[in-house]
């Protein structure tokens, strides 16, 4: 092991573990792997005899309630998927609560929504009460609220929820467990001489290329493929979190932070992201977006100005007052996100107006800007 490989590894205290479906459902047999969460639970408690602090995401509601209910592919209409998902919950944290209690641990569950990490009360709160569960050892198991969700207010998969948890947590350190060894140069399943990356400094495009398209997706019982695992790791990595990746059938957490395990390790960046940056930037999902010219392209990078309606030429989606919104040039690339100060009805009567008027039409009451640069971060 590298030098710097284990003062990453050793040094991190804050962890948070994401575990996938196909580790946890027994796709062939039905039901929780609870020999797995067993051995999950063993080396949970010896990173925690380390002085760790540990956070589970877990995957495995929707493919445990698929076994009792009797399907063999996961449903593709919203309302089976979710009732898949409300009865697989309960044997799933059952699962948790036993195999952590042999090893003296106690759990607690905690579902989440987009609308927890949106709203930045909801956001804050969950923070304190994870932290509470911290301070007093109890190991918090996490998982979208996939009974109820629907695409308004889901996180996405859980690969982008393990990133947001992170990130909210502060975490030194995301371990996503999946069915692969980690992350490789080529497709090992077409190319047998495809060579495991153990060290990866930064996610580039070409790296990410290696994982390839986006939407290519895993099993029966699993949501994310490699993409989505690559894009949740770059998000952690550009905000100073490391991570690793590696295989849920043959590592366990221990063996990352104690041992040489196999896999590859993402290096967090040096500059670390504050919590509003890190909020405003990736942990959030936008309400809506707005289009914006090339002038109001340049006023955001080249002179960090607030971004004002004269340069919006359009309005996708409905948002209100104190939404986060995203930020789009003419060709649909993504250059910013911000809290927007007017709703979306509204703007649309100014769209391409100048301040004077907007105030003719709307009153002096009404903010000059559309997101004040306070409230913005460029990408």
């Not at 036993?98 to 641990?105: D, G, T, Y």
């Not at 063996?255 to 993402?266: D, S």
């Not at 996708?316 to 939404?323: A, I, L, N, T």
Request: aromatic content about 6%; hydrophobic content about 40%; charged content about 25%.
């Amino acid at each position: 092991m590298s030098e710097l490989r284990k003062n990453i590894l050793e040094e991190a205290h804050r962890i948070v573990v994401k575990i996938g479906s196909r580790i946890l459902v027994d796709s062939e047999k039905g039901g929780v792997r609870t020999r797995y969460i067993q051995k999950l639970a063993d080396s949970v408690a010896r990173l925690m005899e380390q002085g760790k602090e540990v956070v589970i995401v877990t995957s495995g509601a929707v493919g445990t309630g698929m076994s009792q209910l009797g399907y063999k592919e996961k449903p593709t209409v919203m309302a089976e998927k979710q009732a898949c998902a409300a009865v697989g919950q309960i044997d799933l944290m059952y699962a948790y609560r036993e195999m952590f209690r042999w090893v003296q641990l106690s759990v607690g569950q905690i579902l989440l929504s987009a609308d927890d990490f949106r709203d930045r009360t909801r956001y804050k709160n969950l923070q304190n009460t994870i932290k509470a569960m911290l301070n007093r050892k109890i190991v918090p198991i996490i998982n979208e609220n996939d009974s109820l969700a629907v695409a308004e207010i889901k996180v996405g998969d859980n690969d982008k929820l393990s990133s947001d948890v992170a990130l909210f947590l502060d975490a030194d350190l995301l371990l996503v467990f999946t069915d692969e060894d980690g992350l490789y140069d080529d497709n090992p399943k077409k190319n047998p001489n495809a060579r495991l990356l153990r060290f990866v400094p930064e996610i580039t495009p070409s790296i990410l290329a290696l994982a390839g398209k986006p939407g290519e997706a895993g099993s029966a019982v699993s949501t994310g493929g490699m993409r989505s695992k690559l894009e949740a790791i770059r998000n952690v990595t550009k905000s100073g979190c490391s991570a690793f990746l590696a295989s849920g059938m043959k590592v366990l957490p221990h063996e990352v932070i104690l041992e040489n395990a196999e896999g590859t390790l993402f290096v967090g960046s040096k500059k670390k992201l504050n919590s509003r940056q890190r909020w405003l930037s990736f942990i959030t999902t936008p309400r809506g977006s707005v289009v914006i010219d090339e002038g109001g392209v340049k006023a955001l990078r080249e002179k960090h100005s607030s971004l004002l309606p004269v340069g919006v030429i359009k309005v996708q989606k409905h948002f209100d007052v104190g939404d986060l919104i995203e930020i789009l040039d003419e060709k649909g690339n993504a250059i910013a996100r911000g809290v927007a100060k007017y709703e979306s009805e509204t703007l649309k009567l100014v769209l391409r107006k100048k301040t004077s008027q907007v105030r003719a039409i709307l009153g002096n009451s009404v903010p000059e800007e559309l997101v004040h640069k306070n409230d913005l971060v460029v990408f």
